[in-house]
Each structure stands twice: as C-alpha cells, then as structure tokens.
C-alpha cells in the first residue's frame, strides 16, 4: 500500500474545501503520505481527525492526527466510521500542517482492500437530477469554487482607528467563534461548503437553516423594528419582506463578530477582517429560474468600524436532496 500511496502523490492534485481556511494551517507545497495503524477516528464536527500510528522502515514510530472535512461531509462522501474502525491498515495522502510537525489535512484514504477514496466524493461524479424551483423555498447547496477563503481583504484598507484597534486585538488562531462551536457572521454561514441549507415558512415567519453549526434564523416577516429591549447577538434580528419574488432580509442587532477569519496583511501577523455592533445587513434572495438555482446577494454596512460601505457579497446554489443533520459542533483543540 504504501509504496502505491507514494506514486499517487505525483498525479493526485490537491482540492480541499475545509471549513476553516486551509492556507493559514497546511502547506500544499509540502505533501504527506502517511500508511499505518488507524489509533481512533474522531467523528467530529466541523473537522474530523483520523490519528494514525506510523511505522517507518528503520522501526521509527510516529503518531500522526490529521484533520479533514467534518464527520457529516465525509460520511456523505462515502468515507463512513466502519472503514476507519481502530487497528485497520490505511493509507493516507494530503498537506502537512504549518506548525505541527505530526499533523496534516488528508484528502485521500487508501484502504487495505485497494478502495481509493476522495474526501470530496467521487471524482466526476453527476450530481442527482436537479428538482425544478420556482421559489426560494426548499433545501439548497452551495456551489462551490472561486472563493478565496484567506489573503489579502479590500475593506481592510477602509477600517477607522476603532475598528483598527479591534483587529489588532484579535488572534485568528484562537479567538474565531468556530472554534467554541458558537455560529457565525452570516455571510460566513451563506458561505459554508459541503453542508446545505433550507429555506421553509413557518406560520407567518421564513427561517433558515443552516446545517453548518446548526444555525438557525428567523426572518420576522411582520415587523417594522426589533421588538423593544432584544439582545444583540452574533446573527443578529432579522426582518424581512417580499418584493415581487425577492425575499428582502434587513438584519440589525448584531455583536461583534468575524466577517473572514483569516486576513494577509502584507509584513504583518496573520489578521481577520471583523464587523462592529452596528452592522446592518441587507440580503436579497431570489431563484434564477432559467438556471435553476437560488441567488444570495449581501450588502454590508459597518459605519462605525469602516469608512466605507462593503462591496456587495453574491453566493449561487443548487437545489439538494439532502435533509438538515445535526451537526453537533465539537469544540477544538486548540495548540
């Protein structure tokens, strides 16, 4: 098996969507291939580990624990618990972590029967057969590709000394809410791979539904403002309306929170780009019916952190067969 991974690697090319930016945490240009006894599967939300005891030809032992996508996208992918039972033989291709010399992301699983599997599913595989929609309403996926996920960020430029200050504070590495399973911006849940999202009336209210760290929305479809004393918190109040076919969502209320949580900044630590108390966002839904597929559109508004207005945040899916799992948000080791 091993001497197979190795030739793999040459011709295998690297795709990762991760839930967390994958940049930041591994290097693509320093590939592993790892064969050993799998210790444990952990079956874990957002990130999965499968901790491997290696063995190299001089009788070296290494423990290696590498992360992937969540336990939900793998085990939709075809990468269940019952391959990655403790004391199987496994082949593992994938990056090596930045910082952890014994840690990398996997995205290939060889097993001891010659199955080659892919943690983004089959490659080329069809997707099922689309159901038409009319409205915006149903279970969606995103489509992914072409969304740099770290790097540079326009807005970072047009932050005030306030909301330079916030940023400066903010450690990427440790302070990002997914790593206390708490939800995120929503524009960062708009934004989740491999997990979709429903779009359902309830009574005279619309709530969406994020399986990415069970995210949950109620879009207020009967008011004109916040009820008065309403907390803030970190997907804020929404309150919407119908124009024609468009659902309308104008968000307020919001705490601080993290718009990307990785941001290159030229000569300087790695920073994130943050959103203040006074965001006001305004969403726009809508179904391309010629194209099947429903359209997002965000305009931000953060007059007290940034100089400027955000430029519009645009997001298309597909319709989905798939039903809203828990996703059951493990917290994460931290290191």
């Given at each position: 098996m091993k001497k197979f991974i190795i030739a793999a690697l040459g011709v295998l090319p690297i795709q990762v969507f991760a839930h967390h930016s994958f940049a930041p945490h591994f290097d693509a240009d320093k590939p592993v291939s790892i064969t050993g006894t799998i210790i444990e599967y952990e079956k874990r939300n957002p990130h999965a580990y499968l901790n491997i005891r290696a063995e190299d030809a001089d009788g070296r032992v290494t423990e290696w624990r590498c992360e992937s996508h969540g336990f939900t996208q793998l085990s939709r992918n075809g990468i269940t618990p019952e391959m990655l039972a403790p004391g199987a033989m496994v082949g593992i291709t994938g990056s090596q972590h930045r910082r952890d010399p014994n840690m990398c992301f996997f995205d290939k699983v060889f097993l001891a029967d010659g199955r080659e599997l892919d943690v983004n599913g089959p490659r080329g595989q069809q997707q099922n057969s689309e159901e038409q929609r009319d409205s915006i309403f149903g279970t969606w996926m995103l489509?992914?590709?072409?969304?740099?996920?770290?790097?540079?960020?326009?807005?970072?430029?047009?932050?005030?000394?306030?909301?330079?200050?916030?940023?400066?504070?903010?450690?990427?590495?440790?302070?990002?809410?997914?790593?206390?399973?708490?939800?995120?911006?929503?524009?960062?849940?708009?934004?989740?791979?491999?997990?979709?999202?429903?779009?359902?009336?309830?009574?005279?209210?619309?709530?969406?539904?994020?399986?990415?760290?069970?995210?949950?929305?109620?879009?207020?479809?009967?008011?004109?403002?916040?009820?008065?004393?309403t907390e803030p918190s970190i997907l804020g109040y929404s309150i919407g309306h119908f124009e024609g076919d468009v659902l309308v969502i104008e968000t307020t209320l919001y705490t601080e929170g993290v718009l990307n949580q990785f941001v290159v900044v030229e000569g300087e630590p790695m920073r994130g780009l943050l959103h203040s108390d006074k965001l006001r966002t305004v969403e726009r839904l809508s179904v391309d019916r010629e194209r099947n597929r429903l359209v997002m559109s965000m305009d931000h508004f953060d007059p007290a952190w940034y100089t400027r207005d955000f430029p519009n945040y645009t997001r298309e899916y597909r319709p989905s067969d798939l039903s809203i799992e828990p996703f059951g948000c493990i917290p994460e080791q931290l290191k």
């Open positions: 489509i992914p590709g072409g969304f740099a996920t770290s790097g540079p960020q326009f807005m970072m430029d047009y932050l005030n000394e306030n909301g330079r200050a916030a940023v400066l504070k903010y450690n990427p590495f440790t302070d990002d809410p997914t790593y206390r399973c708490e939800p995120v911006a929503i524009r960062r849940t708009w934004g989740a791979p491999g997990t979709p999202l429903s779009i359902t009336r309830e009574g005279s209210d619309v709530v969406i539904r994020h399986e990415w760290m069970d995210a949950v929305r109620v879009v207020h479809m009967n008011e004109d403002a916040p009820p008065a004393g």
